[in-house]
C-alpha cells in the first residue's frame, strides 16, 4: 500500500495558477501509475491526468490538456499538478491517487486505483 498526502491547495482567481503536491511513501514507485482526480461538491469524481513513475510519460483529460501539466520528483517520490489558466469550474477536492501498473492502457477511472490520498481543496474564485 502506499501513503499518499496532498498539499498545495488554496484559493485562485480565475485565470491564475497554482502547483498541487502528493508526498508519496511506503512503496518503491517504479512499477506505479500514479494519477490526479478531482470531485466538485454534487460531482462525481472525475479524472485529471496521470503519470507512469517509472518513465514519466503522461496522459491527461481533454479539458485539462494544455492547461494543466503532471510530474514526478524521483528524489522527493513526490508527483505534482501545476495548473494553469485556472476557471471555476476548475474548482474541486484534488486527489492523488496509485495503482500498480503492468500494461500501457492508461486508467482513468477512480475505481481502477487502490491507494488515495485525502485530498487539497482548490477554489478558483470569479
Known amino acids: 500500500q502506499v501513503q499518499l498526502v496532498e498539499s498545495g491547495g488554496g484559493l485562485v482567481q480565475t485565470g491564475g495558477s497554482l502547483r498541487v503536491s502528493c508526498a508519496a511513501s511506503g512503496r518503491t514507485l517504479s512499477r506505479y501509475t500514479m494519477a490526479w482526480f478531482r470531485q466538485a461538491p454534487g460531482k462525481e469524481r472525475e479524472f485529471v491526468a496521470a503519470?507512469?513513475?517509472?518513465?514519466?510519460?503522461?496522459f491527461y483529460a481533454n479539458n485539462v490538456k494544455g492547461r494543466f501539466t503532471v510530474s514526478r520528483d524521483n528524489a522527493k517520490n513526490t508527483v505534482y499538478l501545476e495548473m494553469n489558466s485556472l476557471t471555476p469550474e476548475d474548482t474541486a477536492v484534488y486527489y492523488c491517487?496509485?495503482?500498480?501498473?503492468?500494461?500501457?492502457?492508461?486508467?482513468?477511472?477512480?475505481?481502477?486505483?487502490?491507494?488515495w490520498g485525502q485530498g487539497t481543496q482548490v477554489t478558483v474564485s470569479s
Open positions: 503519470i507512469r513513475w517509472s518513465i514519466g510519460s503522461s
Open positions: 491517487a496509485a495503482r500498480v501498473t503492468y500494461s500501457n492502457f492508461w486508467y482513468n477511472s477512480p475505481g481502477a486505483y487502490q491507494d
